[in-house]
């Protein structure tokens, strides 16, 4: 599915190439409903359908709720929507203390080792044995 296209579009599209091979109606759906580029949880509402006229229905119930539904997954890069404009949000961390509300070159702290969690010295360089945990 392109993203200047609607989902009836997309339809309307994925529809006129099954008439050339001669597609059965449950694949037809299938194949509509894969090339959805969105979460599956939310394509949920588009399973189920009998019939193709049940389907463009449900269509319309799905074109509603992505309208409605705000997206948590921006951060996987991904667009969904037929218009979606989102993108993928980098998030800086620092290199030195590990925080997320800074970089290294502006870091406040002296390096700290993730292996060992001390101040001072990068994990690299860490001589410290690693501390035994209870695995459960």
Do not use: W
């Not at 949000?89 to 997320?100: A, D, I, M, P, S």
């Amino acid at each position: 599915m392109k993203n200047d296209k609607t989902y009836q579009q997309y339809f309307l599209s994925v529809k006129e190439l099954a008439l050339h091979g001669k597609v059965e109606d449950a694949a037809l759906i299938e194949y509509v409903i894969d090339g959805i580029r969105n979460l599956e949880t939310n394509k949920v509402i588009l399973y189920g359908a009998t019939d193709i006229k049940d389907f463009r229905r449900k269509l319309e119930i799905y074109s509603a709720f992505i309208t409605k539904v705000p997206n948590k997954s921006a951060q996987s890069g991904q667009s969904y929507g037929p218009h979606s404009t989102r993108k993928m949000t980098h998030v800086k961390r620092c290199y030195n203390c590990g925080e997320l509300d800074h970089q290294s070159p502006t870091c406040p702290k002296a390096i700290e080792c993730f292996k060992c969690n001390e101040f001072g010295h990068k994990s690299t360089k860490c001589t410290s044995k690693p501390k035994k945990t209870l695995k459960i």
